[in-house]
């Protein structure tokens, strides 16, 4: 299994500003994953990150909105850039382990409100 | 990615056996199926497994007929704890894991 925290666990922004979220695992992990839930809703992915490339986003995601960071196989950043209200959800983190098919575990999550 | 179609939302009473129906009639040879489970301000969190007939462990079963176009989710003696959405995914090893609407199972007392 692995262990995931992520930081900050909640927050209040200001529309137009930013907040990076971080995202820490407790072993090293190929991949890292970004996902979205606004209330009451399923997961969205939002991108993938791994270690050493750029990170791939999904459909209606792109970098200038959400930067990521991946410096080592622990670690990674999501940014939400130039925040609305819409941007206003759950960010989640996880990360998938080599044995395993399609097991996930999953942090926390960040709830981000913007004012 | 095979879709999923799952019930919205069920409920049920405090030691009922619940069952969770899913239907993938697209999915391919390689795929598994996957349960989370999903408890309020929480991430999901990995349930049970399949790819084939049935799989058990300490938290579920999962039952496939042999067509495997459908899958269910059994979960023994609900308590209210077990009020959660619950999410069926199939997919392969190599597929990014994307998250359908989920039941959102409700457990009366």
């Known amino acids: 299994s692995a262990v995931i925290s992520q930081k900050p666990s909640r927050d209040i922004c200001q529309r137009g500003t930013s907040l990076t979220i971080q995202c820490q695992v407790d072993?090293?992990?190929?991949?890292m994953f970004w996902y979205r839930q606004q209330p009451g809703q399923s997961l969205t992915l939002i991108a993938t990150?791994?270690?050493?490339?750029?990170?791939?986003?999904e459909s209606g995601f792109v970098i200038d909105k959400f930067p990521i960071s991946r410096p080592n196989l622990t670690f990674s950043t999501l940014t939400v850039s130039n925040m609305s209200p819409e941007d206003s959800s759950i960010y989640l983190c996880?990360?998938?382990?080599?044995?395993?098919?399609?097991?996930?575990?999953f942090g926390p999550g960040t709830r981000l409100t913007v004012l | 990615l095979a879709k999923t179609t799952q019930p919205i939302s069920m409920d049920s009473y405090e030691g009922q056996e619940v069952n969770i129906t899913c239907s993938h009639n697209?999915?391919?040879?390689?795929?598994?199926i996957t349960w989370y489970q999903q408890f309020p301000s929480q991430g999901p969190r990995f349930i049970i497994q399949g790819y084939k007939t049935k799989v058990t462990n300490e938290v579920a079963s999962l039952f496939i007929p042999a067509d495997r176009k459908s899958s269910t989710l059994s979960l023994p003696r609900v308590s209210l704890s077990d009020t959660a959405v619950y999410y069926c995914l199939v997919g392969n090893r190599d597929d990014k894991i994307i998250f359908g609407k989920g039941t959102r199972l409700h457990i009366l007392p």
């Open positions: 072993s090293q992990v190929t991949m």
């Open positions: 697209n999915i391919a040879t390689n795929d598994y």
């Open positions: 990150a791994n270690q050493g490339s750029e990170a791939t986003y």
């Open positions: 996880s990360v998938d382990l080599p044995k395993q098919h399609n097991e996930q575990f």
